[in-house]
T-cell receptor
Framework: AQSVTQLDSHVSVSEGTPVLLRCNYS??????LFWYVQHPNKGLQLLLK??????LVKGINGFEAEFKKSETSFHLTKPSAHMSDAAEYFC?????????????FGTGTRLQVTL | DTAVSQTPKYLVTQMGNDKSIKCEQN?????MYWYKQDSKKFLKIMFS???????INETVPNRFSPKSPDKAHLNLHINSLELGDSAVYFC????????????????FGSGTRLTVV
């Protein structure tokens, strides 16, 4: 069994300030973890993924996330927010189950960026 | 070139109707998925096909019937539509072979917004 909890449904930051979106997971297996972003009326875009290699993962658009097994966390950060970062962010966990993998999505965090 | 394309993008229909959503991927992936995103943005897997074979079938009403004519296509047919079926449906694909980028890399389509009135 696996689950993912996004601790904040809504985060608001000022442009140029750091972003922190929090995610905790539980999994019976060694998980793979992802962050996806969804801009309004757009599809899901992969930001970054952790698959048991380096625990600090760098993604697109300056985002990064750190896998902390002891804390079962995979928080998403960015040093300086940009207006274009305003979107919905999903933390996702997946076990490796052979020929098929089932993604479990968190409920999403809406990031608002203000001037 | 669109990697995963869904049609239609928007679909408005009356209760009781039957409708289909089509999905095609040109990535050479052998696994395809349907996900449903509800009004609270929560995504949940519905079905998965690997090489035209159904491998994941979550607790979904049997009014929903996926069909995969080949590994590049996965269509979703919905009978007797209900108000609660209103949602955004996402198609996705992945490589499932060990040692490659998938199944850890998923490519999603841009979604089909279904509104049942």
């Amino acid at each position: 069994a696996q689950s993912v909890t996004q601790l904040d449904s809504h985060v608001s930051v000022s442009e140029g300030t750091p972003v922190l979106l929090r995610c905790n997971y539980s999994s019976s297996y060694s998980p793979s973890l992802f962050w996806y972003v969804q801009h309004p009326n757009k599809g899901l875009q992969l930001l970054l993924k952790y698959t048991s290699a380096a625990t600090l993962v760098k993604g697109i658009n300056g985002f990064e996330a750190e896998f902390k097994k002891s804390e079962t966390s995979f928080h998403l950060t960015k040093p300086s927010a940009h207006m274009s970062d305003a979107a919905e962010y999903f933390c996702v966990v997946s076990p490796y189950t052979g020929t098929a993998s089932k993604l479990t999505f968190g409920t999403g965090t809406r990031l608002q960026v203000t001037l | 070139d669109t990697a995963v394309s869904q049609t239609p993008k928007y679909l408005v229909t009356q209760m009781g109707n039957d409708k289909s959503i089509k999905c095609e991927q040109n990535l050479g992936h052998d696994t395809m998925y349907w996900y449903k995103q509800d009004s609270k943005k929560f995504l949940k897997i519905m079905f998965s096909y690997n090489n035209k074979e159904l491998i994941i079938n979550e607790t979904v009403p049997n009014r929903f019937s996926p069909k995969s004519p080949d590994k590049a296509h996965l269509n979703l047919h919905i009978n007797s539509l209900e108000l609660g079926d209103s949602a955004v449906y996402f198609c996705a694909s992945s490589l499932s072979t060990l040692g490659q980028k998938g199944p850890y890399g998923y490519t999603f389509g841009s979604g089909t917004r279904l509104t049942v009135v």
